[in-house]
């Protein structure tokens, strides 16, 4: 198991109506995301991503993300996570 801990800001103007996602890339083999005290359901499979708008707040988050893997080998998580925006569509 390895734990991996960041911080990261947004400006005041975020908004709760802004959906945000945050992508871990690739994960081998779970992944356990907590931000800002809010821990969300393991993901085991992919795509690594979770749906965090309710976790966000303006100002300092702070991020750790717990990989654990099922092998002898060290777990593994690609170096840089993306928070990305959800675009909406309307047809």
Request: net charge positive; aromatic share 6%.
């Amino acid at each position: 198991t390895e734990t991996r801990v960041t911080e990261f800001k947004l400006p005041a103007s975020f908004a709760k109506d802004q959906r945000m996602v945050l992508d871990l890339g690739k994960v081998e083999i779970m992944a356990q995301v907590t931000i800002n005290g809010k821990t969300f359901d393991t993901l085991w499979m992919p795509p690594f991503a979770l749906e965090v708008t309710d976790a966000l707040k303006p100002g300092t988050n702070k991020i750790s993300v717990r990989i654990t893997s099922t092998t002898e080998g060290k777990p593994k998580m690609d170096k840089t996570v993306k928070l990305k925006k959800i675009m909406k569509r309307i047809i």
